[in-house]
């Protein structure tokens, strides 16, 4: 049973309830253009994921076979007290290996290059919690091999893993404010802002998954002080809707520093030293301006009105369609998926750039409706997938009422005004 899955739809209900929220107090936590890249980092991740997952797999196998020091049966994890404890335990020690997981991938640049996809939204709302890393299963897995070395059962290691991930959704919240004596054991929404902020006190703090005891014990614990408001996003701004541009920002700069090192042990070593260490010839020639936080503004390029109503609008049909690859990938598997993957994928990056207003973004979203779509669809019919007479006719509707709203909405006439 997946449960990640099975919570998706309360997921995009809360997220919905939230936005609801946000409309009538006018509190200003949502913005159509950051949510559509958070929630689009998420999806790359999850398709993206169909293909690459089978990396843990195969090193988390590997130490269940061979390296495995104690045999803990299924069976043991069953109603009894017994089995009711070792469930607990197998969530603490996955909570705690989480901790030093999430510790790492902000004190070492690889880890970073990977993590910041999560910290880029300089939003902080439900959507937030979707935008995860594409690139997380090159190391992300390692740090949970002890679990499997003592002996844990995969099913129970994934199913902890999953209850972890869904009690991190709620945390990222702007709406739910302190909880009291609850604030002393549990990850909560203040404590998580925290983590999320860029402000000089806060950076590098508050790093469990579902208990803030780790942080109280090993020094990392930082509380949210009203005196110092919190500003989300990281010190060097993503800048773009680009959700693949999202993933490979912080490699593309570990790159260019790696390329102008005049030293060999510093082009290798900047991957894996601390985060923001640079090569100090390269930091002379190079020097990077800080972030002033007194006279921060998030980035928001304008954009005309239809095609921001155009985004949503189409941003809602791919999480119709991702439901439906999630579905086809159950009964199909990796290569069922593939060729919806690259369409979704193409929608994601469009979408991403006209939110941008970037000058050919426009052009590029005819070409994917009128030629792409179509093209995608015809290898996917001779691939063997079932496309009926009403699938054919839906998509024409879909092509043409797209391309018809989009060159209104690029004229600057209002659709659906």
């Known amino acids: 049973m997946d449960l990640i899955a099975l919570a998706v739809p309360f997921f995009l209900l809360a997220i919905i309830i939230e936005l609801f929220v946000d ?61 009711i404890a070792l469930w607990v335990l197998a969530a603490l020690a996955w909570d705690f290996c989480y901790y030093w997981f999430h510790r790492f991938s902000h004190e070492i640049s690889i880890l970073w290059a990977a993590h910041a996809v999560h910290h880029q939204s300089e939003d902080y709302n ?115 809707w680009n959700p693949f541009w999202a993933n490979l920002q912080v490699y593309d700069y570990l790159l260019f520093d790696a390329r102008k090192a005049q030293r060999w042990r510093d082009k290798i070593g900047i991957w894996f030293r601390r985060t923001g260490w640079r090569p100090p010839d390269v930091e002379a020639r190079y020097p990077k301006q800080r972030t002033d936080l007194a006279h921060f503004e998030k980035y928001d390029p304008p954009v005309a009105a239809g095609i921001r109503r155009y985004a949503v609008a189409q941003f809602a049909l791919a999480i119709v369609f991702i439901l439906w690859i999630g579905e086809l990938y159950v009964s199909g598997g990796a290569r069922a998926v593939l060729l919806p993957c690259v369409a979704l994928w193409l929608l994601l990056l469009s979408l991403g750039w006209l939110n941008q207003g970037k000058a050919a973004a426009g052009s590029v979203e005819l070409v994917r409706l009128l030629v792409v779509t179509p093209v995608l669809l015809l ?8 496309i009926t007479t009403v699938t054919w006719a839906v998509a024409a509707l879909y092509i043409a009422g797209s391309a018809l709203w989009l060159v209104f909405a690029r004229n600057g006439t209002e659709v659906f005004a």
């Not at 009538?24 to 999850?46: P, Q």
């Not at 997952?53 to 988390?60: D, N, Q, S, V």
């Not at 006190?201 to 803030?212: K, P, S, V």
């Not at 949210?224 to 989300?232: A, L, T």
């Open 126 to 240: 439900l959507s937030t919690a979707l935008r995860q890393t594409s690139t997380g299963f090159l190391f992300g897995w390692i740090f949970y091999l002890p679990l499997f070395v003592v002996g844990f059962p995969l099913e129970v290691l994934l199913a902890v893993n999953a209850v972890n991930l869904i009690y991190q959704f709620w945390v990222h919240t702007q709406l739910v404010r302190r909880l009291g004596p609850l604030e002393a054991v549990l990850m909560t929404p203040s404590h998580h802002r925290v983590h999320h902020a860029q402000n000089e006190r806060y950076i590098d703090r508050n790093y469990g998954g579902m208990l803030i005891v780790w942080d109280r014990l090993f020094g990392t614990y930082e509380p949210e002080s009203d005196d110092d408001p919190v500003v989300f996003g990281v010190r060097k701004p993503l800048a773009s």
């Open 379 to 386: 290898l996917a019919h001779q691939a063997g997938m079932v």
């Open 23 to 83: 409309w009538r107090k006018r509190t200003g936590y949502y913005r159509s253009n950051d949510a559509i890249n958070s929630i689009s980092a998420g999806m790359l991740d999850t398709t993206l994921g169909y293909f690459t997952k089978i990396l843990p797999l195969l090193g988390w196998g590997f130490a269940m076979q061979h390296l495995a020091v104690f045999d803990m049966p299924l069976a043991w994890f069953d109603a009894s007290a017994r089995g």
